[in-house]
T-cell receptor, first 111, second 116 residues
Framework: QKEVEQDPGPLSVPEGAIVSLNCTYS??????FMWYRQYSRKGPELLMY????GNKEDGRFTAQVDKSSKYISLFIRDSQPSDSATYLC???????????FGRGTQLTVWP | GAVVSQHPSWVICKSGTSVKIECRSL??????MFWYRQFPKQSLMLMAT?????????EQGVEKDKFLINHASLTLSTLTVTSAHPEDSSFYIC????????????FGEGSRLTVL
């Protein structure tokens, strides 16, 4: 079993839709969770960083962590064509520990 | 956020030659940097952890003699692909943790290597 599981998609939505991206993880020691956005042929860009369970909101993006079910989510409100990218979830057990990535979900937002 | 610079962004070389990729932390110091490899439509595969002033730690299955890593200073790590072959063609990305105590991981822009 991989440390972090993520449906690769692809996911295609119309502009303005609410997007829900999800991951599950198996390591109960994970405390820190991140979401990265990666455009084609570019390095990943850190979108959201959360600690333990709960929600974190930043503009149109909301990250949610449910440690009881080992489930992490990223919601994108009012999605835009510029949000079209691959979204990678990741988790780790400590601040300097190894980061485990999901496979990434490819999202396309069409106008 | 913190800036990690990677160079070159793309390189084409002949089979049998060596290629060096540089990774620099521009506005912070990094005693540790990570090197990843990414195949098309796949996730990031951790190759090795680069440690300033000591030997790199390689992941299982990664050839140490093929992928030479040097962490010369607190802001520079290099990855050298030695005697490159077409199967080494890939997207190589470095990253570094910044912002204690959270240790958020920032990535370079990546280097696309094509071996002919």
């Amino acid at each position: 079993q991989k440390e972090v599981e993520q449906d690769p998609g692809p996911l295609s939505v119309p502009e303005g839709a609410i997007v829900s991206l999800n991951c599950t993880y198996s390591n109960s020691a994970f405390q820190y969770f991140m979401w990265y956005r990666q455009y084609s042929r570019k390095g990943p860009e850190l979108l959201m960083y959360t600690y333990s369970s709960g929600n974190k909101e930043d503009g149109r993006f909301t990250a949610q962590v449910d440690k009881s079910s080992k489930y992490i989510s990223l919601f994108i409100r009012d999605s835009q064509p510029s949000d079209s990218a691959t979204y990678l979830c990741a988790g780790r057990g400590s601040t300097l520990g190894r980061l485990y990535f999901g496979r990434g979900t490819q999202l396309t937002v069409w106008p | 956020g913190a800036v990690v610079s990677q160079h070159p962004s793309w390189v084409i070389c002949k089979s049998g030659t060596s290629v060096k990729i540089e990774c620099r932390s521009l506005d912070f110091q990094a005693t540790t940097m990570f090197w990843y490899r990414q195949f098309p439509k796949q996730s990031l595969m951790l190759m090795a952890t680069s440690n300033e002033g000591s030997k790199a730690t390689y992941e299982q299955g990664v050839e140490k003699d093929k992928f030479l890593i040097n962490h010369a200073s607190l802001t520079l790590s290099t990855l050298t692909v030695t005697s490159a072959h077409p199967e080494d063609s890939s997207f190589y990305i470095c990253s570094a943790p910044a912002g204690a105590p959270t240790g958020e991981l920032f990535f370079g822009e990546g280097s696309r290597l094509t071996v002919l």
